[in-house]
Nanobody, 120 residues
Framework: QVQLVESGGGLVQPGGSLRLSCAAS????????MNWYRQAPGKQRELVAG???????NYADSVKGRFTISRDNTKNTVILQMNSLKPEDTAVYYC??????????????WGQGTQVTVSS
């Protein structure tokens, strides 16, 4: 089991920045791929950014060059640095821990979400 707690959401003006944190506990953090998803009202949840257990990163096209994901395995924390925020970034952001074993067993955990609102 992995417990995930997000923090750092809030209200920010267009062009501003926010830093989301996700603190993990309960299992071996370093073996999980960590992801940030978001869900805007009336829309499906979408992958924003991910970082593998080895540190490889991937981003949605809509956030490339503006968002940066990082992890600190010594602190069991994953960070999403969001710069140049736009109104369309407004959503609830969720932290996700994912792992698939060599036997095909998957482990998939979610945080409770944190609201990000970009508005003037």
């Amino acid at each position: 089991q992995v417990q995930l707690v997000e923090s750092g959401g809030g209200l920010v003006q267009p062009g501003g920045s926010l830093r989301l944190s996700c603190a993990a506990s309960g299992s071996i953090f370093s073996i999980y791929a960590m992801n940030w998803y978001r869900q805007a009202p009336g829309k499906q949840r979408e992958l924003v950014a991910g970082i593998s257990s080895g540190g490889s990163t991937n981003y949605a096209d809509s956030v490339k060059g503006r968002f940066t994901i990082s992890r600190d395995n010594t602190k069991n924390t994953v960070i999403l640095q969001m710069n140049s925020l736009k109104p369309e970034d407004t959503a609830v952001y969720y932290c996700n821990a994912f792992r698939r074993t060599v036997f095909g067993v998957t482990y998939d955990y979610w945080g409770q979400g944190t609201q990000v609102t970009v508005s003037s």
